[in-house]
């Protein structure tokens, strides 16, 4: 058998697919639940989000929060999942937690098939584009830090 780089992960998969199959993690019934834990308290605020004038919300691909508890959101614009055009209007909005207003948006001109958002303990925001197969280092203000992979040349 030749190594290869991708011999190791292939190994971790098919270690975790073996101890799936032989009943790791599996249940033939239920796990109670705890009695005692509280029920999360979740309410639905309607029209909660204002959008930027002009502009709309498209298919939500991605959302985090920050420690300054402003609401990431990266959307497809008014564009979907076969989208062959890189997207002209922004894709990530920055928004306050509290009153649902859009403190700032940014992306334009860069993605073509967003795909998911995370925040970091640096407040940091990284999102995937699957259509370019990046991945992007965004500053809390929206300043593109770094770019993984060579996207279309």
């Not at 190994?11 to 975790?16: E, K, R, T, W």
């Not at 300054?68 to 979907?80: E, K, L, M, P, S």
């Not at 055009?85 to 700032?104: H, N, Q, R, Y």
């Not at 640096?122 to 699957?130: E, F, K, L």
């Amino acid at each position: 058998m030749r190594r290869t780089s991708e011999t190791p992960r292939i190994f971790v998969f098919a270690a975790l697919v073996g101890s799936l199959a032989a009943g790791a993690g599996c249940a033939d019934e239920p796990t109670p639940r705890s009695t005692s834990a509280p029920a999360a308290a979740y309410e639905v605020v309607p029209q909660w989000l204002k959008p930027p004038a002009g502009q709309t919300l498209g298919e939500a691909v991605g959302v985090g929060v920050d420690s300054h508890n402003h609401v990431f959101v990266f959307h497809r614009a008014d564009r979907g999942w076969g989208n062959e055009e890189i997207i002209d209007k922004p894709t990530i909005w920055m928004v306050e937690a509290d009153s649902g207003e859009v403190l700032a948006s940014w992306g334009e001109n860069v993605f073509l098939v967003p795909h998911g958002l995370g925040v970091d303990k640096n407040d940091h925001v990284w999102v995937t584009d699957v259509g370019l197969d990046q991945i992007f280092e965004f500053s809390h203000d929206g300043a593109l830090l770094q770019t993984i992979g060579r996207g279309h040349e």
